[in-house]
């Protein structure tokens, strides 16, 4: 018998069968791949975060660019932190996936769809935030432009 053959849902009649567990199990091993290596770009943003004065002025910047280096290192930092939630979220739905396939656990599954549901509904909260910003900026220039 395959994993979740005989979970189901008694107000949908959802039933998550030997086919639909080994798709939860593959998505959940790519998920946890993107996870990691999210994780692993997280790090390097933060890294790059810290450093970036000195890298300013390795490359003869920081006299040019006076006091910006702490500002584009907060940058850094803020564009780590971002990402980071999706990807919390993107790891928790992989990994519960995985083990509630393995275990026949539907309390899991719904745990990880949970995280999953989160990692969408960040990100679709992001997208809306940057479409805003960017119709603003597109109305504050047409509106420069006519002035000048």
């Given at each position: 018998m ?5 979970l ?5 009649g959802?039933v ?32 790059l975060?810290?450093?970036?004065g000195s ?5 003869g910047?920081?006299?040019?660019l006076?006091?910006m280096?702490?500002?584009?290192g ?26 509630a ?8 599954l719904v ?5 999953l ?16 910003l ?12 006519a002035?000048?």
């Open positions: 395959n994993p979740l053959d005989s189901s849902s008694s107000s949908s959802l998550v069968n030997g086919e639909s567990a080994g798709y939860l199990k593959e998505t959940g091993g790519w998920a946890r791949f993107l996870a990691i290596v999210g994780f692993c770009t997280i790090a390097l943003v933060l890294v975060a810290f450093f970036v890298l300013m002025s390795s490359f910047m920081g006299s040019q006076a006091g280096e702490f500002i584009m907060l940058y850094y930092f803020g564009i780590a932190l971002l990402y980071f939630f999706p990807t919390l979220f993107l790891f928790r739905f992989a990994t519960n996936a995985i083990d396939v393995q275990a026949n656990d539907t309390p899991t745990t990880s769809l949970k995280n549901k989160s990692c969408f509904k960040f990100i679709g909260i992001l997208t809306a935030i940057g479409l805003g960017l119709v603003l900026m597109l109305i504050f220039g047409l509106l420069a432009g002035m000048m």
